[in-house]
């Protein structure tokens, strides 16, 4: 139990378009989903805290005009990223919770050329 | 100073080893304590949970918690090859969906046949 899928686990896009990742909780129902962003050889930072039917809360430094998030149902949230440009290339990783504690989607590796 | 202190390692240790994992932590309103077990560009796996002082076993791992000291530690015993792996240490005040992680670096593991 408690699986998390992200889609697409990898993208390569050009600078100035945009990009929709997908998060869904598979056999749970999810309130909250959060949405992290990993570089290389660190630790998870967190980017928001997702809430169905709400607006997602950002953490501090994190623009939430470049990257959206919308939490539609219980199952399902995704994040923009919008006009992309190479800095923001990095492992993108969400995480639902049934109530208990975070269960993490596979990732989803984003490439702007 | 950060909240939550980890080794990043890395840690390299001959199969069959005990290994053992800690985190340090400052802030006091920690209650509940996680053990994630990343492989390279995947996401983050739940490995254990505890919220009470003293040890948790789930086969070869045991989580121990000492609230008094704020300390925390994974032991994996028996080590094997597969087990090598970034660990994260993560904590929170409460279970509540809303509840955001506090992330630990994460210590690098190498098991080496």
């Known amino acids: 139990g408690a699986v998390v899928s992200q889609h697409p686990s990898r993208v390569i896009c050009k600078s100035g378009t945009s990009v929709k990742i997908e998060c869904r909780s598979l056999?749970?129902?999810?309130?909250?989903m959060f949405w992290y962003r990993q570089f290389p050889k660190q630790s998870l930072m967190l980017m928001a805290t997702?809430?169905?039917?709400?607006?997602?809360?950002?953490e501090q430094g994190v623009e939430k005009d470049k990257f959206l998030i919308n939490h539609a149902s219980l199952t399902l949230s995704t994040l923009t990223v919008t006009s992309a440009h190479p800095e923001d290339s990095s492992f993108y990783i969400c995480s639902a919770t049934p109530g208990v504690t975070q269960y993490f989607g596979p990732g989803t590796r984003l490439l702007v050329l | 100073q950060k909240e939550v202190e980890q080794d990043p390692g890395p840690l390299s240790v001959p199969e069959g080893a005990i290994v053992s994992l800690n985190c340090t932590y400052s802030n006091s309103a920690f209650q509940y304590f996680m053990w994630y077990r990343q492989y390279s560009r995947k996401g983050p796996e739940l490995l254990m949970y505890t919220y009470s002082s003293g040890n948790k076993e789930d086969g070869r791992f045991t989580a121990q918690v000492d609230k008094s000291s704020k300390y925390i530690s994974l032991f994996i015993r028996d080590s094997q090859p597969s087990d090598s792996a970034t660990y994260l240490c993560a904590m929170s005040a409460s279970l509540q969906g809303a509840q955001k992680l506090v992330f630990g670096q994460g210590t690098r593991l190498t098991i080496n046949p």
């Open positions: 997702s809430n169905e039917g709400s607006k997602a809360t950002y």
């Open positions: 056999d749970f129902q999810a309130t909250t």
